[in-house]
């Protein structure tokens, strides 16, 4: 984590490669095989995005941040696509998470910005993408939904 005039090209480029290039083809694989199109059943794609794609990652990870609008914009892009060949696409942004991954303080830094007053938990994310799994979201597609405590 770090400002952008501090981050190495490497840095910025595997966080592309992996958010952006690598969410794109693993989209296009799944809407081969799940498009009525390609002889598929269809079914339900959910995205995982981020609130940093909302908030922009000031002075942490700028690129990470442009990394998960990419995803927005697929969500929004394929799920108007390929609607018509029994695929939704949708997508889940969580915001504070708390998870391994978040280094030491990170989390208490940032919650005078989360209205709720706390983290959330992998579970509450694991719910959202559930939902949207779910018969329950039959017509939700191009939608993303932020799990973020009103972040």
């Given at each position: 984590m770090s400002r952008l005039d501090e981050a190495s090209t490497e840095t910025i480029r595997a966080a592309l490669d992996v958010d952006t290039f690598g969410a794109l083809?693993?989209?296009?694989?799944?809407?081969?095989?799940?498009s009525t199109k390609h002889g598929?059943?269809?079914?339900?794609i959910v995205m995982i995005s981020s609130m940093a794609a909302v908030i922009?990652?000031?002075?942490?990870?700028?690129?990470?941040?442009a990394a998960k609008g990419a995803v927005d914009s697929m969500v929004i892009g394929a799920g108007r696509e390929v609607a018509k060949e029994g695929i939704r696409v949708n997508g889940v942004s969580p915001g504070m998470i708390d998870t391994d991954i978040q280094p030491a303080g990170r989390?208490?830094?940032?919650?005078?910005?989360?209205?709720?007053?706390?983290?959330?938990?992998?579970?509450?994310v694991a719910d959202g993408v559930l939902y949207l799994?779910?018969?329950?979201?039959?017509?939700?597609?191009?939608?993303?939904?932020?799990?973020?405590?009103?972040?």
């Open positions: 083809l693993c989209l296009r694989a799944a809407i081969r095989r799940m598929g059943k269809g079914g339900s922009g990652g000031a002075t942490e990870c700028i690129w990470y941040a989390i208490e830094k940032h919650m005078a910005g989360v209205p709720i007053g706390r983290a959330g938990t992998a579970d509450e799994l779910s018969d329950k979201a039959s017509y939700v597609t191009g939608a993303n939904l932020r799990i973020s405590g009103g972040r």
